[in-house]
């Protein structure tokens, strides 16, 4: 038990940090939420007509899920947080479950572990504890910001905060669970992650079409999204989609415990495929990675072609009603929007910006894995550079953003067209490439942090997108000073298509980036290898 113990409180100290920031994140979108749309919608007739314009509209309701109580302060709360933050805590629950199971055993930590006298199905319960203990502690924070909004807004009891807490935090015990099961599964943890991830998107895609399309709304039941938005908290709080999340936890837990005594340690359940030919060759670092990183890349193309089809095909009903809410084109027209007919797709696009951003973070993290574990030394030996090293490296990782980026654009239009949309294949290709520069940017810091300080590179680089992110939700609720919103990596692109690309800013961005990205190869070549 006291080795039990000990697992479970190292695991909660790794994470209690992120685990705090999350709850705050919660609160601070929820005051701004709260007081945005007091700002926005000072008059009743206001409120009416926004109610009107997104309570039926099936592109609006696929991306931020249904629209209930807009009229009200406590239903557009809900309406704009439902549909992202239960996303963003189920990400950061998913990857923390495959790093502490499969990547502790895939980095031979795990066997140490099980050297003490402890089991390995003691062992992973435990740490599935501490996994669970660092969401209740986002939980507590979340509860007890609740708990103040409600009595300083008076827009919502105690209690229904209360359970709207609980909800937006759900579903990441839900997706922990699907983590710890794939990390039994699969032979490797960026494997057990893409599986975890797979599930993710599907769940998304079904709760899109569950709302998009009333006609097949019991979608809804087969997605832990839409358990989510079921619960309908802060307007009808109904338990029973709560009820099934916990119970798809209980049994995922479960079960992954009971598959974790099945196996050898370093085995995995499903036998990896060995794909790789004979006598293949490999002529230089460019093509060695480019054959590490295809299948990754390949993924992110594919994840962002197929989102944005799915997006595109309900974004037609979606921009009638973008276009005709005053307070929408109030709200945007600081951002230089001249074509309100593709507002939504504008939307879109930033969306998918966000999703490249953590692409480019995930590409330095997986960097720093690999020299974390060693496995980056075995090229550094070679007689290759370690500048030419890098810089094949960051070659390839820019092409798969752009490429990605081009994927999303043409998936856009793609579903644009076939559901009677007027998206030209040229403005989806530019908008597509304008997701790019950000990426980039944060591309080439997380890069520079990688050479100067890189056992805090992956902090770095998704603390750095969790604050450019959050900075976009609230900055036009709150009115925040420009040299603040100037801190966001989103902040510095252009809402296109709805707004023309600004090539001139997006170069300043990309030199940014590539200055970041030498300076980082810089401190590299100067420092040793840092293991662990």
């Known amino acids: 038990m006291a080795t039990s113990r000990v697992i479970t409180e190292h695991v909660i100290k790794q994470r209690r940090k992120v685990s705090v920031a999350l709850g705050w994140m919660i609160g601070v979108v929820t005051l701004s939420s709260i007081y945005g749309y007091r700002a926005a919608y000072p008059q009743h007739l206001d409120r009416l007509r926004l109610s009107a314009s997104f309570s039926h509209d099936a592109g ?57 006298p ?75 992650a893409t599986q975890a991830g797979l599930v993710l998107g599907i769940s998304f895609l079904l709760r899109a079409v569950a709302d998009a399309s009333p006609g097949i709304a019991w979608l809804h039941w087969l997605s832990p999204l839409g358990w989510i938005t079921e619960s309908a908290p802060l307007t009808k709080t109904r338990w029973l989609g709560l009820t099934l999340i916990l119970a798809g936890t209980v049994i995922l837990t479960t079960l992954s415990v009971a598959l974790s005594s099945r196996r050898d340690l370093g085995a995995s359940l499903v036998p990896e495929r060995i794909t790789h030919r004979v006598g293949t060759k490999i002529n230089g670092t460019m093509t060695l990675w480019l054959k590490l990183q295809r299948a990754s890349i390949g993924g992110w193309i594919a994840g962002f072609f197929f989102m944005s089809f799915a997006f595109g095909l309900v974004a037609h009903g ?88 081009l994927s999303a654009g043409l998936g856009a239009f793609s579903g644009s067209s076939l559901s009677g949309g007027r998206l030209s294949l040229k403005d989806a290709l530019l908008a597509g490439v304008n997701t790019v520069p950000s990426a980039l940017l944060i591309f080439g810091i997380t890069v520079a942090v990688f050479g100067l300080a890189p056992r805090a590179t992956t902090i770095f680089g998704q603390s750095l997108l969790a604050w450019s992110f959050l900075l976009e939700l609230i900055g036009s609720s709150l009115k925040l000073n420009h040299w603040l919103l100037d ?6 692109m252009a809402f296109a298509p709805a707004a023309s690309p600004r090539w001139g800013q997006a170069a300043l961005v990309v030199g940014i980036g590539a200055v970041m990205i030498a300076v980082g190869i810089s401190a590299f070549n100067h420092r040793d290898t840092a293991l662990g």
Not at 131 to 160: C, D, E, K, P, Q
Not at 349 to 376: C, D, K, N
């Open 318 to 405: 979606a921009t009638k009603a973008f276009g005709s809410s005053s307070g929408i084109q109030k709200t945007f027209a600081n951002l230089g929007i001249s074509k309100m007919s593709e507002l939504f797709f504008g939307v879109i696009f930033m969306m998918l910006t966000s999703g490249l951003m953590f692409a480019a973070v995930s590409h330095v993290s997986a960097l720093r894995e690999q020299e974390s574990e060693g496995y980056l030394d075995h090229i550094l030996v070679t007689p290759i550079s370690r500048t030419r090293t890098l810089l094949s490296r960051m070659s390839v990782s820019a092409g798969a953003f752009f490429a990605i980026g």
């Open 487 to 492: 801190t966001s990596v989103l902040h510095h």
């Open 118 to 192: 402890i089991t390995k199905r003691r062992a992973t319960l435990a740490t599935i504890r501490g996994l669970y203990g660092s969401l209740f502690i986002t939980l507590i924070v979340a509860s007890v910001l609740m708990i103040i909004t409600s009595r300083v807004s008076h827009n919502f009891s105690v209690s229904a905060g209360l359970f709207f807490a609980t909800t937006l935090i759900a579903a990441s015990f839900f997706f922990t669970s699907v983590g710890a099961l794939t990390s039994q599964l699969a032979s490797t943890r960026r494997l057990a």
């Open 60 to 116: 609006i309701a696929a991306v931020f899920g249904p629209a209930r109580s807009l009229d009200t302060v406590a239903g557009f709360t809900a309406f704009r947080t439902l549909g992202v933050i239960p996303i963003i805590v189920a990400i950061w629950a998913m990857l923390s479950a495959t790093r502490a199971l499969r990547g502790e055993e895939e980095s031979g930590r795990w066997e140490i572990l099980i050297s003490a």
